[in-house]
């Protein structure tokens, strides 16, 4: 079965500061990777997701993440945060070729102070 | 335009009732799935339905049945409601058949029992 952490719950920054946000896995085949975020009161978006290919890839809004199989990591990280980014962020995994379900970490709260 | 919806946005209800949530996604995809929400945030798949087929069931009381009339529709009754059934309920589809199965997710239902 797949697992999936989040180490940071709460993260508070100032604006423009650097964002960087765990997420580990468990799983023993291939996985797909996501990250999600929901603003307050709103539902889940995707920012970015990883298949295949280029370990680094770039989401939306500035957002980006790094695949590293070894690690079993799929960190988020955007290098200048904003007000607007105050959210609650997921990490998800599924996996690869199948129907299957999206696995979710416990989320990680953003918040940006001017 | 919306390519998931759901109805109600929103539903105060008493102990012991039964009601339903309606989803339907207008992106042609072949799956659907329920999540569910609870206060921590804490994001976990309920069921999935693969063109009209129960394809992912998880360990959800026998009170919730999720009912599927067609591809683009999948909805969520609840039977004699408890307290702790409080929480915000997503749906979400995605392409099967498709190479990444990526879900699309509608802007949730947050039940309220009383």
């Known amino acids: 079965a797949q697992s999936v952490s989040q180490h940071n719950h709460h993260v508070i920054l100032s604006e423009a500061a650097s964002l960087e946000l765990g997420c580990n896995y468990s799983?023993?085949?291939?996985?797909?990777l996501f990250w999600y975020v929901q603003y307050p009161g709103q539902h889940l978006q995707l920012l970015l997701k990883?298949?295949?290919?280029?370990?680094l890839v770039k989401g939306i809004k500035g957002f980006e993440a790094e695949f590293i199989k070894s690690k079993f990591s799929f960190n988020l990280r955007k290098p200048s945060v904003q007000w607007s980014d105050t959210a609650e962020y997921f990490c998800?995994?599924?996996?690869?070729?199948?129907?299957?379900?999206?696995?979710f970490g416990t989320g990680t709260r953003l918040q940006v102070t001017l | 335009d919306t390519a998931v919806s759901q109805t109600p946005k929103y539903l105060v209800t008493q102990m012991g009732n039964d009601k339903s949530i309606k989803c339907e996604q207008n992106?042609?995809?072949?799956?659907m799935y329920w999540y569910k929400q609870d206060s921590k945030k804490f994001l976990k798949i309920m069921f999935s339905?693969?063109?009209?087929?129960?394809?992912i069931n998880e360990t959800v009381p026998n009170r919730f049945s999720p009912k599927s009339p067609d591809k683009a529709h999948l909805n969520l009754h609840i039977n004699s409601l408890e307290l702790g059934d409080s929480a915000v309920y997503f749906c979400?589809?995605?392409?099967?058949?498709?190479?990444?199965?990526?879900?699309?997710f509608g802007p949730g239902t947050r039940l309220t029992v009383l």
């Open positions: 979400a589809s995605s392409l099967l058949s498709g190479k990444y199965n990526e879900q699309f």
């Open positions: 799983y023993g085949g291939t996985v797909n």
């Open positions: 990883y298949f295949s290919g280029d370990p």
């Open positions: 998800a995994v599924n996996a690869a070729g199948t129907a299957s379900k999206l696995t």
């Open positions: 992106l042609g995809h072949d799956t």
């Open positions: 339905y693969n063109n009209k087929e129960l394809i």
